[in-house]
Structure formats: C-alpha cells, structure tokens
C-alpha cells in the first residue's frame, strides 16, 4: 500500500485501503496486480491516467521506427523515371527508413536477368551516398528484390575521412607536367656548360 504523498505503509486489507482512500478523498489504484500481494496506491485517478499517457507518449516519441518503403523498377526505365525513383529513395533513406527495391522481369525479360542486375546495380550506385546494402539483390520468380538501410553517423564519418584522405593524396602527388618542366629547364645548364668547356678547348688545339 502506497499512501499519496508516496510513503508505504505495508500490506492491509482491502477495506482498509478503501477506507484509508476514502477518508483522504482520492481513489485507490492497483499498480501492480500481478504482485504478491498486489500493490495499491492512494491518488487521483483522473491525474494517474494524465500521467501516465503524457509518459507513454514521451516514450514513443523516442522511439525510432524504422519503416520500409518500397521502390519499383523495371530493366527498360526511362532516365526520367529512374531519377524519380532516385530521389524518392533517397528520401525515404534521409528519414531513417529502409527501402525495398523490387525489379519486375516481364515477358522474355527473364532470358536477359543481367539487365536487371545491372539496373539495380546502377541503382544503388545512384543511392550509395544516403544508404548501403542491406540484402543483395535475390531473385524471387520474376522479382528481384534488394534492401537497401540509411548509413549511419558512423558510417558517414568513415566516409567522409575517406574522401578527405582520398584529397589529400591528390593534392600531395606531384603534378607530372612540372616535373618534365624542372627537368627540361635544368637540361640546357648542362649543355651550356659542355659547350663552353669546347670553346675553352678549340684554341688549345690551334695553337698546338
């Protein structure tokens, strides 16, 4: 038994708990019935329920629901459409929920399942940056399926070092252009120097 102010008083019986209840003006509530002995408390039923829906509430609020969105192809989409159906992906992949994307092989498209392969390929390419692949494409009748999940942050960060590294190197490499330039400038001193020592030479010769 727990009082309002939120002291217990023990284990009584139900008339005197009632009572108890009665005598302050509130309700008697049982809050844990499946307790031995069940657990009752001594408030205002009407604020207990306020309560306890305004933390249930929070509680979902929390809660991340991931849902999963589907996405429909086919092997001879248009630019046009397979854009579309890039940006809804990439979308859905923002929000947090995954995407199913489903090719239909129609007809004699089924003898030529590498075009499929190949648009869902191109497919997950266009979606990489926003999610990665969860499940790989599987082939179910004339379906083919592929699950793709939102990249999380710490999937992002590693990816964004990467490209950073990936700069980086670029910027370090040394440009081949300036190279041949540096050798190309430094060949002449060479010969200069060369021709000079045969000028110094030619009248030694002369003379002898």
């Given at each position: ?19 108890m209840a ?100 191109k497919f ?85």
């Amino acid at each position: 038994m727990i009082k309002q102010d939120g002291s217990q008083v023990g284990i009584m019986s139900p008339e005197s708990a009632l009572r108890m209840a009665y005598n302050a003006g509130l309700d008697l509530i049982m809050i844990s019935p499946g307790a031995q002995p069940p657990v009752c408390r001594i408030a205002d039923y009407g604020r207990y329920r306020f309560e306890q829906d305004k933390r249930e509430k929070e509680a979902k609020k929390k809660q991340n629901i991931i849902e999963i969105k589907e996405v429909q192809l086919s092997c001879r989409i248009d630019t046009h459409d397979f854009e579309t159906k890039v940006r809804h992906a990439l979308r859905f992949l923002g929000e947090g929920n995954k995407v199913k994307v489903v090719l239909r092989f129609r007809g004699r498209e089924m003898s030529h399942q590498q075009l499929g392969r190949d648009t869902i390929e191109k497919f997950r390419e266009a979606v990489s940056e926003a999610g990665t692949v969860e499940k790989p494409p599987v082939l179910d009748g004339r379906l083919m399926t592929m699950i793709v999940a939102p990249v999380r942050d710490k999937d992002k960060a590693t990816k964004a070092a990467g490209k950073d590294k990936s700069r980086d190197k670029d910027a370090k490499a040394p440009e081949k252009g300036s190279t041949d330039a540096a050798g190309a400038s430094s060949a002449p001193a060479v010969s200069g120097d060369g021709a000079a020592g045969a000028a110094a030479e030619k009248p030694a010769a002369d003379g002898k």
